[in-house]
């Protein structure tokens, strides 16, 4: 695993959040990314779902390629086949891009396609390659990536389903996750998405992420700014 900026900045910061951006008002997108920048968030999530993988449909490379922010772009491919369309990804400008270990027979070669591709916003800075774990997909399944990949990512909901609410087992898996990486002593990025709300924010501090990704409990039209710091103080409570 090669070290880089954009890698070294989220280790540093970690704990912190990246903000979904499926949530935020799209008509005052440019303020209140502004707003955020001031925090401690470090990161701007945009899913992407492609009516495929997952049956909704989101967004794609020319709206990621359209929002100026100083904000690392975390780019989730929630899509099938993710290897025909990742390089549209990178060119549009992304930081962060993680596919899912589902979406594709064998996710490896795509992760090492990733590591020689270079960060369109400043070549110096790299790109973190991030693979994502849905629900019912045996952690176990990580392990043969470790020497591929920066970051990994344990879904907290089926993308699937709408609606859904942070799933208990979540808990045991990231522990596996965390031991399996401790004991490979790798130095990858963890994360946790899906169903992060303000009433358990706290109880997810605990679990250790570096990175959580929530959108609806930031962007609920009211108060941005509270609801970023409360989220950021809560996330770095120390643990019990």
């Known amino acids: 695993m090669s070290a880089n900026k954009a890698f070294s900045l989220l280790r540093a910061s970690s704990p912190t959040i990246s903000a979904g951006i499926l949530s935020a008002d799209l008509m005052h997108l440019s303020s209140e990314l502004a707003l955020l920048e001031g925090t401690g968030i470090k990161a701007v999530h945009f899913d992407v779902m492609d009516g495929r993988f997952v049956p909704m449909m989101t967004t794609g490379p020319v709206f990621i390629r359209a929002v100026k922010t100083s904000l690392l772009k975390d780019v989730h491919l929630m899509i099938q086949d993710p290897q025909v369309k990742v390089k549209d990804y990178v060119d549009a400008g992304a930081d962060i891009i993680t596919v899912?270990?589902?979406?594709?027979?064998?996710?490896?070669?795509?992760?090492r396609e990733l590591g020689t591709m270079e960060n369109k916003n400043d070549p110096d800075r790299g790109l973190i390659r991030g693979v994502a774990l849905n629900p019912g997909t045996p952690v176990k399944v990580i392990e043969p990536l470790?020497?591929?990949?920066?970051?990994?990512?344990?879904?907290?909901?089926?993308?699937?389903?709408?609606?859904?609410?942070?799933?208990?087992?979540?808990?045991?898996?990231?522990?596996?996750?965390?031991?399996?990486?401790?004991?490979?002593?790798?130095?990858?990025?963890?994360?946790?998405?899906?169903?992060?709300?303000?009433?358990?924010?706290?109880?997810?501090?605990?679990?250790?992420?570096?990175?959580?990704?929530?959108?609806?409990?930031?962007?609920?039209?009211?108060?941005l700014l509270e609801n970023a710091r409360f989220m950021l103080n809560a996330l770095k409570l120390p643990a019990n």
């Open 100 to 111: 899912h270990v589902e979406s594709c027979k064998d996710i490896r070669p795509l992760l």
């Open 146 to 223: 470790l020497d591929d990949v920066e970051m990994i990512v344990v879904l907290a909901v089926d993308p699937a389903v709408r609606g859904q609410t942070f799933m208990d087992s979540t808990g045991s898996r990231f522990a596996q996750l965390k031991e399996m990486v401790s004991a490979a002593h790798k130095e990858t990025l963890l994360c946790i998405d899906g169903g992060v709300k303000r009433d358990n924010i706290a109880a997810i501090a605990q679990m250790g992420a570096d990175l959580v990704v929530s959108g609806s409990a930031l962007f609920d039209g009211k108060t």
